[in-house]
């Protein structure tokens, strides 16, 4: 009986503001919302390709627009008052613009790269609009970060931004993968990055919802310790392992336009397995000793 008072005495808290979808924040949300859509549904009239990043693009052109629109529901609502207890709904939105910017830019970045020509009209029309995509989305971190001044408290702060950018980095390495079925030690390296990947989001998703947080039996931080320390041993592994025998008898050809050509796409696995190397170091180092709101263990 006490939380249905506690929840109608939220709900009669809420004021619903349908103006805000047009106006300030949500009026930045629906140009997001809209312009991924379009983008979409021009890049989906040509036909689908067989080329990973293009299905990587389609996905962000879609999953982007589909998270703003749950958080313009929700505070366009006031719905976010009964995620009080559960949740800091400030850190998750912003945390999730800074995502988004992420993703969409680099899909404009990777998709000029591989699609745009000056007598493609198909593929200058998709690049313009990835494009400003990308620039809607970083230009809500800007807001966000500089003229509101948000504080996160997880997500949007150093510690859950890092997270984000391994998960991210690991997407990006799968997305590059390929050439590898020849090669055993290559697959042992394949095996090796799917180990951290699908635990990433578990603990991004522990540290957003404080409730599931207590009530897991056993210490989350602690969890999250050993986790890096098996990440950075297996990145350290693997970027050692995988430029070894990736590229031995497989020089860069003469003719490797970064548009088309595989061994430009396996350098890229190589690079972001670097990029991520460094980043699961720096957070074991800054968690080791506590710093940049990183928890000590």
Not at 33 to 40: A, D, E, G
Not at 121 to 131: E, L, P
Not at 228 to 239: D, E, H, K, N
Not at 267 to 274: E, H, L, P, S
Request: proline letters at 4%; one cysteine or more.
């Amino acid at each position: 009986m006490d939380i249905l008072d506690k929840i109608k005495s939220t709900m009669s808290q809420a004021v619903i503001s349908p103006s805000s979808f047009f106006t300030g924040r949500g009026g930045l949300h629906m140009a997001q919302i809209l312009l991924s859509l379009v983008t979409f549904i021009v890049s989906a009239l040509k036909g689908s390709s067989s080329h990973s990043y293009w299905s990587y693009a389609m996905f962000t052109w879609s999953f982007c627009p589909l998270i703003t629109l749950l958080i313009t529901f929700v505070e366009t609502f006031k719905l976010e008052i009964l995620l009080v207890g559960c949740m800091d709904w400030s850190d998750f939105a912003s945390g999730m613009a800074m995502t988004f910017a992420l993703m969409t830019v680099t899909v404009a970045v990777t998709y000029v790269n591989f699609y745009f020509c000056l007598t493609c009209i198909h593929g200058i029309i998709v690049s313009v609009f990835a494009i400003l995509c990308a620039l809607l989305y970083t230009l809500e971190v800007i807001k966000d970060k500089f003229i509101d001044r948000k504080k996160g408290s997880y997500l949007a702060a150093l510690p859950g931004f890092f997270k984000v950018m391994e998960a991210f980095v690991s997407c990006m390495i799968y997305v590059s993968l390929s050439g590898y079925r020849d090669k055993p030690m290559v697959i042992v390296c394949v095996v090796l990055y799917s180990i951290p990947f699908p635990i990433l989001p578990l603990i991004i998703a522990t540290n957003i919802m404080k409730k599931l947080k207590v009530c897991i039996p056993f210490s989350v931080d602690r969890f999250s310790f050993i986790f890096l320390v098996i990440s950075v041993l297996v990145y350290a592994f693997t970027a050692i392992v995988y430029p070894i025998f990736m590229f031995k008898g497989n020089p860069r050809p003469s003719d490797c336009p970064a548009s088309y050509c595989i061994w430009a796409i396996q350098f890229m696995v190589a690079f972001f397995t670097y990029v991520n190397l460094i980043l699961f170091t720096l957070d074991l180092i800054f968690t080791l000793l506590g710093i940049c709101g990183f928890k000590r263990t």
